[in-house]
């Protein structure tokens, strides 16, 4: 973000704490919680909150990729929302593919490559073959890194690395000792990207919900009372804003 417009949420701020507001996070993750409550607030059906919801997540794809922020993880569908009702589930299922279709030329043209996150092969086949065309489609492009998490659990993703690693391993491929953290890390959906700096949960709710757990280490966490639909870009800049003020210690005494 730009020096010019952190400031307006810090008035009057000094020259060193004015140096804060340059501080962006390299890596955003967002759980997009509140859909229902926003639809049951305004007496609508789930779907119509998710509808709402996919409007906000059009603003703060667009307003990532103005800042500059290197990438964006988006948890869409949970491995849990299958236990839904079967509505529900489908009108998910169909804004994922309304969403992918409608945007992906506007992504591709922004030079976004798009990643999905999660098991794909447990996925409709429209639904997942859209998604691999999306992937495909952006793969060489070198601006901001969208990942979104559909049909993911973070501890199946940590057991897919831990067996992807055995396998080096039982081939000879792989040494034992030279197993590290950062070979865990070249494992998981988002390998090539830096751990999430700074994390998102709207609505109040204050869990992680299984989502990026490796990823989330030393992230700092904000969790705006507002419920997803009503999100916005102010809001979003209010959380980047706080996370430039944050003192980051890495487990180290400052
Ligand atoms: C949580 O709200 C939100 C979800 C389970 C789905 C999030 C999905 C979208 C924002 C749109 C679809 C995604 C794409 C990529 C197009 P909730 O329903 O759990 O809210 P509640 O806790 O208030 O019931």
Redesign the pocket.
């Known amino acids: 973000m730009l020096l010019k417009d952190m400031k307006k949420f810090f008035p009057g701020k000094g020259p060193r704490e004015a140096a804060d507001f340059e501080k962006l996070p390299a890596h955003v993750a967002i759980i997009?919680?509140?859909?229902?409550?926003w639809a049951k607030k305004h007496k609508l059906s789930?779907s119509k909150?998710?509808r709402q919801?996919?409007e906000t997540?059009r603003e703060i794809i667009r307003h990532t990729d103005d800042l500059g922020i290197g990438s964006l993880s988006?948890y869409?569908?949970s491995t849990e929302?299958w236990k839904r009702s079967p509505e529900e589930v489908a009108a998910?299922m169909q804004?994922?593919l309304d969403?992918f279709r409608s945007e992906i030329d506007e992504l591709d043209a922004k030079n976004v490559r798009i990643r999905i996150m999660g098991d794909k092969g447990g996925l409709p086949e429209k639904q997942r073959d859209t998604l691999i065309e999306a992937e495909r489609r952006t793969e060489k492009n070198t601006g901001l890194n969208l990942n979104?998490a559909v049909n993911y659990g973070s501890r199946a993703e940590i057991v897919l690395a831990a067996k992807e690693i055995a396998l080096l391993v039982k081939n000879g491929e792989l040494q034992l000792n030279a197993i590290t953290e950062q070979t865990v890390s070249d494992h998981l959906y988002t390998r090539g990207q830096p751990d999430v700096d700074l994390m998102i949960r709207t609505?109040g709710e204050m869990r992680l919900s299984n989502f990026m757990l490796y990823q989330n280490a030393y992230a700092e966490f904000t969790f705006p009372a507002v419920l997803?639909p009503d999100f916005t870009v102010e809001a979003y800049d209010q959380a980047l804003a706080t996370f430039a003020h944050r003192q980051r210690r890495f487990g180290a005494r400052l």
């Open positions: 997009m919680d509140g859909n229902g409550r789930v909150g998710h919801g996919t997540l988006l869409a569908f929302n998910l804004l994922i969403f979104i609505s997803w």
